[in-house]
């Protein structure tokens, strides 16, 4: 894979359908990768091919199912750098809010302004779908919460105890709201 590109060179194209083997195994690649850095998105480390492949047929049925939308950050060869989930929520009193979720881009292109560049598509289409309230929790202490506070999120609070982490430790996770 050539990593030599812009970060301006990268496409973010919404998903309707996991039916394409290349974007599987891409997304495969990097929920793993994400699991092995000690990203905490629901799975302890090593995460098996059996439960990444489950993880991404519940998200395929989800996006049949009409409330969710899969955003893909993608290099000019094609390789998956990056990804977002927002799901829609479906009851008459939140018409007009949705869940950020599962923001993920590939280690060794960290830093790079991949996640931002996500976020504000993910924002910018939300907002096309008539949501005015993002909401989401992410890891106390973990990456995602410094870069949630950097790109204007507002902290609602935290919820103690909320992950058992592989050591049975566990650990808060802190939520926070976006009005856009
Ligand atoms: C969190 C994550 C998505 C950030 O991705 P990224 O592409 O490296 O982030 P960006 O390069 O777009 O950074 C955007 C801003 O956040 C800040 N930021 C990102 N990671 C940071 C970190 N670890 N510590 C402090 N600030 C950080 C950047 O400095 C940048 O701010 P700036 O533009 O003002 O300089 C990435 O680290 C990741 O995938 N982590 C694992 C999964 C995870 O924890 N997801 C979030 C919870 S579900």
Same mark, same amino acid.
């Given at each position: ?11 973010? @194209? ?9 974007? #599987?195994?891409?997304?495969?690649? +990097? ?10 998105v629901?799975?302890?480390?090593? +995460?098996?091919?059996?439960?990444? %492949? ?19 950050? %993608? ?9 977002v ?13 949705? !869940? ?15 996640? %931002? /560049?996500? #976020?504000?598509?993910? !924002? ?11 909401? +989401? ?12 506070? /950097? @790109?204007?999120? #507002? %902290? ?13 430790? /566990?650990?808060?996770?802190? +939520?926070?709201?976006k009005?856009?």
């Amino acid at each position: 894979m050539n990593a030599n590109f812009a970060t301006t060179d990268l496409t973010i @194209t919404r998903i309707d359908r996991l039916d394409d083997p290349a974007l #599987m195994a891409g997304l495969e690649a +990097l929920l793993e990768d994400a699991v092995a850095s000690g990203a905490s998105v629901g799975y302890h480390a090593p +995460l098996s091919p059996a439960l990444n %492949r489950d993880f991404w047929t519940g998200v395929s049925r989800q996006l049949e199912g009409g409330a969710h939308r899969l955003l893909v950050a %993608r290099a000019p060869d094609g390789t998956v750098l990056g990804s977002v989930q927002l799901a829609l929520c479906t009851r008459p009193n939140g018409a007009h809010r949705a !869940e950020v979720q599962k923001l993920l881009v590939l280690t060794r292109h960290r830093g790079r302004g991949i996640a %931002r /560049r996500l #976020m504000t598509d993910v !924002e910018e289409f939300a907002r096309g779908l008539g949501r005015s309230l993002l909401v +989401l929790d992410t890891l106390k202490g973990n990456v995602g919460e410094p870069f949630y506070e /950097r @790109t204007g999120w #507002m %902290r609602a609070g935290e919820i103690p105890g909320y992950t058992v982490e592989a050591d049975g430790s /566990r650990h808060a996770t802190v +939520l926070f709201y976006k009005n856009i």
